[in-house]
C-alpha cells in the first residue's frame, strides 16, 4: 500500500461533529458554574453576615446586637426599599435596647488598591469609636499596618467627628498628620512608612463622616427605635 493510499484511509473529522462536540463541553462547564455558584451562595452571604456582625461588634464598644437600614436624606428606611442615593448601615444596641452607635462601610484609594474599612460612630460623643479593614492590598510589613498596629488603632478610640453650627458638616476635618505630630482629637496620626494608607483610612473616614454625621443626628430618634 503506498503512501497515498495510507493518507486517503486516515478518517477525517466532519467540522460540525467537532462543533458540536465544544458546544456540548461549554455548555456543561456553563452548567457546572451555575451550580457551584448556586450552591455556595448561601455560604458565601452567611459568612459575609457573620464577618460584618463581628466587625459591627468591633467598631461599636459595647453593642450587643444590631439591626441593618438604610440611611438618606429623606429619613431612615428598611433594606430593600427604594431609596435615592439611601446608605446602607448598621445600628447597634446595647442588652437595654440603648443606641450604643452606627457603623458604616467607607473607602478610599490607598497605595496600591482601594482600601475599604468598617467605622463604628457615636452620636454621643460625636467621635469614631474603632475600624476594621475589611480589605486592603497594601504592601505587607508596612501599608497592612492599619489593620493591626496598637498605636494607629488608638487613633480612633474617640476620634472627633464633631459638626460645625450648622450641623450640615464637620467643624473640623478628619485629616492624617505626619507620624508623631498629632495634636488635635480630628487628626489621625499616620504610620510611619505607611503615610499612603494612613492618609487613605483618613480620607475615608472624612468622606463618609461630612455626609453622615449630620444624617445621623437629624434622624437619632428614629434610629434610636429602629425603625422608618
Known amino acids: 500500500m503506498n503512501t497515498e493510499q495510507t493518507m486517503g484511509m486516515v478518517p477525517r473529522t466532519p467540522g460540525f461533529r467537532m462543533i458540536r462536540t465544544l458546544g456540548a463541553i461549554a455548555m456543561l462547564s456553563g452548567l457546572l458554574v451555575v451550580l457551584v455558584y448556586q450552591f ?18 468591633k467598631v461599636v464598644p459595647g453593642a450587643a446586637r444590631r439591626i441593618d437600614l438604610v440611611l438618606s436624606e429623606k429619613g431612615v428606611s428598611l433594606p430593600g426599599d427604594a431609596v435615592e442615593n439611601g446608605v446602607p448601615i448598621y445600628v447597634a444596641f446595647d442588652d437595654q435596647g440603648n443606641l450604643k452607635g452606627v457603623a458604616m462601610a467607607a473607602g478610599a484609594q490607598g497605595y496600591q488598591d482601594i482600601v475599604k474599612l468598617l467605622y463604628g460612630y457615636d ?31 488608638k487613633n480612633f478610640d474617640a476620634l472627633d467627628a464633631k459638626l460645625d453650627p450648622s450641623g450640615k458638616a464637620l467643624a473640623n476635618p478628619i485629616e492624617a498628620v505626619k507620624a508623631g505630630s498629632k495634636q488635635n482629637a480630628w487628626e489621625v496620626d499616620a504610620i510611619s512608612g505607611a503615610t499612603i ?13 461630612q455626609h453622615m454625621a449630620p444624617l445621623i443626628q437629624r434622624y437619632r430618634e428614629q434610629l434610636a427605635e429602629g425603625v422608618q
Do not use: Y
Not at 454621643?124 to 499596618?145: A, F, H, N, S, Y
Open 40 to 57: 455556595t451562595k448561601p455560604i458565601i452571604a452567611e459568612n459575609q453576615r457573620i464577618a460584618i456582625e463581628q466587625a459591627v461588634f
Open 197 to 209: 494608607s494612613s492618609v487613605a483610612v483618613a480620607r475615608a473616614l472624612n468622606n463618609s463622616m
Open 123 to 153: 452620636p454621643d460623643c460625636q467621635c469614631v469609636r474603632g475600624i476594621k479593614i475589611l480589605k486592603m492590598t497594601e504592601t505587607p510589613g508596612l501599608g497592612d499596618k492599619i489593620a493591626f498596629d496598637p498605636a494607629f488603632l
